[in-house]
């Protein structure tokens, strides 16, 4: 926004230093000369001094020029401390000016780090330093999951292009076969795309707000999900009681659906079980899923969340999915206020908690303020 040019805040401050200062002084020669006026008599001659003893009158008109002269030293004496003053007092906004100039370029690594002890220029490069914090996690997330996708995205176009390409070049291979895996590499571009568009609806925040209860959510994606965990060999188990939240019924569904999954599909390959509860603790609504499968330690849990990260590394079977699964319930939760938790269990596997803002069953449709 363009804005004309003023004056600077040090002059402003200068100027308001000079201009009390020189309020002062006037106010302290009004009262000296009141005093005169008041309480010396007319007429009241002094001590003499040299060969004539000086009036009322003659210090009256002596008075006009001292103090005029002594105005003039506090204006000058005003605008040069005031000057120096302001200059200090506003070094630490002149930092934060310099600061928010380089971050404007690009530049987030730096930090203002003012020293000294607290107070409102403190309280506002802490807070900036802190912004600037995040800003920088941000962006670095944002160009690592742009980054990834792209690979992601790439990897099935690459498939595409080289099975057209030997279709091309060997027309006597079977157009069946052909047909089969370009199906198969489609449907997982498909369903990339998809799982990004979802992750994108759950950052922006834009859904209908309504009452949901978990607990049928979780009936839903299980009875769902059944065939697939008899395919796997893995026994599920459900408990737990009503537990209702507000938000959008199908993104947590998308987020009750991806644990269940998660955890049919990283399991043991044998004798796998899994657990899914709803409960109600506090002043919220608790989700958790729990399944046994191969030792993960704290660091490998807590890297689960990452886009496209599957484990410790990236990984490709039948089932892994695009990698986007944990991301998308960690974005859903976050869009809904709530908080995602992955805890390694003792014995192998994950424990997955998800706390969502507790809501009234038979309450009425809400509309999103951020839709």
Do not use: C
Not at 64 to 80: H, S
Not at 207 to 235: I, K, N, Y
Not at 237 to 246: D, F, K, L, M, R
């Amino acid at each position: 926004m363009g804005r004309d040019p003023g004056l600077s805040a040090r002059l402003k401050l200068t100027l308001s230093y000079a201009g009390f200062l020189m309020v002062a002084g006037v106010l302290l020669l009004a009262v000296v000369w009141i005093f005169l006026l008041r309480y010396v008599p007319d007429g009241t001659r002094f001590a003499e001094i040299g060969p004539h003893s000086p009036s009322r009158s003659d210090l009256q008109d002596a008075f006009a020029p001292r103090a005029a002269q002594a105005l003039a030293v506090l204006l000058v004496i005003g605008l040069a401390g005031g000057w120096l003053l302001a200059g200090r007092m506003l070094a630490p906004l002149t930092r934060i000016t310099n600061a928010t100039r380089r971050a404007a370029t690009g530049s987030l690594s730096h930090r203002i780090q003012l020293e000294g002890r607290n107070d409102e220029f403190r309280e506002l490069a802490d807070s900036f330093d802190a912004m600037l914090a995040q800003l920088e996690a941000h962006v670095a997330e944002q160009q690592r999951f742009a980054a990834n996708a792209s690979h992601e995205l790439r990897t099935p176009l690459a498939i595409t292009q080289a099975l057209l390409e030997v279709a091309r070049s060997d027309p006597d291979r079977d157009i069946g076969t052909l047909v089969d895996r370009l199906h198969v590499v489609n449907s997982r571009a498909i369903d990339l795309t998809e799982a990004l568009l979802l992750l994108s609806r759950a950052g922006q925040r834009s859904f209908v707000r309504e009452p949901v209860d978990l607990s049928l959510l979780v009936e839903e994606a299980t009875e769902t999900l059944l065939p697939l965990a008899e395919r796997h060999g893995v026994t599920m188990e459900t408990a737990g009681e009503v537990s209702p939240t507000i938000g959008s019924h199908a993104l947590l569904l998308q987020l009750t659906t991806n644990l269940v999954h998660n955890a049919i599909v990283h399991n043991r390959a044998e004798d796998g079980a899994v657990w899914v509860a709803t409960d109600v603790q506090g002043q919220g609504a608790v989700l958790t899923v729990e399944n046994t499968g191969a030792q993960i330690s704290l660091d490998v849990a807590s890297s689960l969340v990452e886009p496209f990260w599957r484990g410790a590394e990236r990984i490709r079977t039948d089932h892994a999915g695009v990698g986007l699964g944990l991301a998308i319930v960690q974005s859903i939760a976050a869009a809904h206020d709530g908080s995602l938790t992955l805890t390694p269990r003792a014995g192998g596997g994950l424990r997955v908690t998800v706390r969502l803002p507790a809501g009234v069953a038979a309450a009425t449709r809400v509309p999103d303020v951020a839709g």
